[in-house]
């Protein structure tokens, strides 16, 4: 696709649940970000990947927080054990590569809730 | 601690005004960058400034970095409705340039 592809687009969970997030980045593009996103919050740091490795996953508020990039392509945020406070929109980024400069660009993101 | 201050948090104005928007902070940024998110989407960038004192121009929208690197400002000249949307700022510091720090956004509605 032509951009940052994220689903499901909306996911509503029962408090306890497993979920999953899914992130297609841009074709070509080897770093990956996820961000969550309250409301009324600027976007919150979780993990940066580098190809198939997690470069940084020091914003990952706990371990019921997980991410893979297997194939260093699409990317899986898993929440376990969902709780109300996961209630959010959860976003995803790309860029071309580990350069500075690289811009990031963002799916439209995820809302989760969490009920 | 929210690291990134940004004000007003909220504008509405109507068209032709102009308006300006400020991100500030207490921490030194290697470079910082400016947002626009729309209802439904993630947000888009609009510009990276990278050094102090810099000012970058796009079409009406004018941003300057502080000479201490530690703030930053979004100008608006002659406001559309197209421009209604929710301006974010994100810094990044030496070292971790991949982490982004951003403010609570600045939420403006330009009115018809």
């Known amino acids: 696709g032509a951009g940052v592809s994220q689903t499901p687009s909306n996911k509503v969970t029962e408090k306890g649940k497993y979920v999953e997030l899914r992130c297609d980045p841009i074709?070509?593009?080897?770093?990956l970000y996820w961000y969550r996103q309250s409301l009324g919050q600027g976007p919150e740091f979780l993990i940066y990947?580098?190809?198939?490795?997690?470069?940084?996953d020091s914003g990952l508020p706990n371990d019921r927080f997980f991410a893979v990039r297997p194939e260093g392509s699409v990317s899986t945020l898993k929440i376990q054990r969902t709780e109300r406070g996961d209630s959010a929109v959860y976003l995803c980024?790309?860029?071309?590569?580990?350069?500075?400069?690289?811009?990031?660009?963002f799916g439209q993101g995820t809302r989760l809730t969490v009920v | 601690t929210q690291l990134l201050e940004q004000s007003p948090q909220f504008l509405s104005i109507q068209e032709g005004e102009n308006l300006t928007v400020y991100c500030n902070s207490s921490?030194?940024?290697?470079?910082l960058q400016w947002y626009r998110q729309e209802p439904g989407e993630g947000p888009v960038l609009l510009v990276t400034?990278?050094?102090g004192g810099e000012v970058k121009k796009l079409k009406r929208l004018t941003f300057q970095f502080g000479d201490a690197r530690k703030d930053s400002s979004l100008h608006i000249t002659a406001a559309q409705p197209g421009d209604t949307g929710l301006y974010l700022c994100?810094?990044?510091?030496?070292?971790?340039?991949?982490?982004?720090?951003w403010g609570l956004g600045t939420s403006l509605a330009v009115n018809p």
């Open positions: 990947f580098q190809g198939t490795g997690a470069a940084d």
């Open positions: 921490s030194v940024f290697s470079s």
């Open positions: 074709s070509g593009h080897t770093a």
């Open positions: 980024a790309s860029s071309l590569g580990p350069s500075d400069s690289a811009e990031a660009f």
């Open positions: 400034v990278v050094t």
């Open positions: 994100a810094g990044a510091h030496a070292g971790n340039n991949r982490k982004l720090i």
